[in-house]
């Protein structure tokens, strides 16, 4: 059974920084195999693709929202994947989710994605 179990979030102040993980585990499963990405929902909007990165890490994608401000990486052989957030505003505040896909390219639609976590919430205070 694959599981994503997001850590991390918080309340943080605006302009303040936080670093979510997620890990991976399953009995064959492996994020080598995987583009991974950092999705979120915040109350009342539809779920966005937030960043994403391919299965080697050569590869990013951003929403513009957070570009220069958030950076995702992965660590294939701890089966790890990381979002870096900087300069939070208070319009990240959302519930962030890690996803799987078997694509190569990176995707920002939530249906190309296999796995989900479970989500951790992120609160940023003006």
């Known amino acids: 059974q694959v599981q994503l179990v997001e850590s991390g979030g918080g309340l943080v102040q605006a302009g303040g920084s936080l670093r979510l993980s997620c890990a991976a585990s399953?009995?064959?499963?492996?994020?080598?195999?995987?583009?991974m990405a950092w999705f979120r929902r915040a109350p009342g909007k539809e779920r966005e693709a937030v960043a994403a990165?391919?299965?080697?890490?050569?590869?990013?994608y951003y929403t513009d929202s957070v570009k220069g401000r958030f950076a995702i990486s992965r660590d294939n052989a701890k089966n790890a994947v990381y979002l870096q957030m900087n300069n939070l505003k208070p319009e990240d505040t959302a519930v962030y989710y890690c996803?799987?896909?078997?694509?190569?390219?990176?995707?920002?639609?939530?249906?190309?994605?296999?796995?989900w976590g479970q989500g951790t919430q992120v609160t940023v205070s003006s």
């Open positions: 996803a799987a896909s078997t694509t190569i390219l990176t995707t920002s639609t939530p249906g190309t994605y296999n796995y």
């Open positions: 399953g009995r064959t499963f492996s994020i080598s195999n995987y583009a």
């Open positions: 990165i391919t299965r080697g890490g050569g590869s990013t």
